[in-house]
C-alpha cells in the first residue's frame, strides 16, 4: 500500500492528468459539433486555465518542489496555452486567436493565485516555504 505522500501525488497527478487531457480534447474539436448557446468564449478560456494552474500548482506542491512552484505554473500554462492555440490551426473550422492566448494566460494567473491563497488559508504557509513538519518551534519553557 502506497505511503500517504505517495497517495497525494499519485491524485494529485491523475487528476491534472485527467483535467488536462479534457481541455486538449475539448479545444481540438472540429467547430460545429457541440453547438454552445451564445457566449463569450474568453470566459471559457479563462476558466479552463485557472482550472489547470490550480491543479499543475497543486501537483508541483504535492512533488515538494522546492522553489519557484506559481511561476513555473504560470511559464508552464502560458507555454502550453500558446501550443494549444497553435495546434487548433489544424483542426478543421478552428483558428489559433492571440485573445484567447492572453485569456488562457490571464485564467493560469488566476488559478496560481487562487492555489496560493487557499494553502495559506488551510496549512498556514505559502508555496514554496517549508511546511510544518520542517519548522523546528524553540519552547521557552525550561521543563
Not at 492555440?85 to 488566476?110: H, I, K, P, S
Request: net charge neutral.
Amino acid at each position: 500500500m502506497p505511503t500517504k505522500p505517495n497517495m497525494l501525488r499519485l491524485l494529485t497527478l491523475g487528476t491534472l492528468g485527467c483535467y488536462w487531457t479534457a481541455i486538449f480534447i475539448g479545444t481540438h474539436l472540429p467547430s460545429g459539433l457541440g453547438k454552445m448557446p451564445n457566449f463569450n468564449d474568453k470566459c471559457l478560456h479563462l476558466g479552463a486555465y485557472a482550472g489547470l494552474a490550480f491543479l499543475l500548482a497543486a501537483a508541483l506542491t504535492a512533488f515538494r518542489l522546492k522553489r519557484g512552484t506559481l511561476l513555473i505554473t504560470l511559464a508552464v500554462a502560458a507555454v502550453y496555452g500558446c501550443v494549444d492555440e497553435l495546434t487548433q490551426m489544424l483542426v478543421n473550422g478552428r483558428q489559433a486567436d492571440v485573445a484567447d492566448w492572453a485569456a488562457d494566460v490571464f485564467g493560469a494567473g488566476v488559478g496560481a493565485v487562487a492555489f496560493a491563497v487557499g494553502l495559506l488559508l488551510i496549512t498556514g504557509r505559502f508555496p514554496n516555504t517549508a511546511s510544518s513538519d520542517e519548522i523546528v518551534v524553540e519552547s521557552s519553557d525550561p521543563t
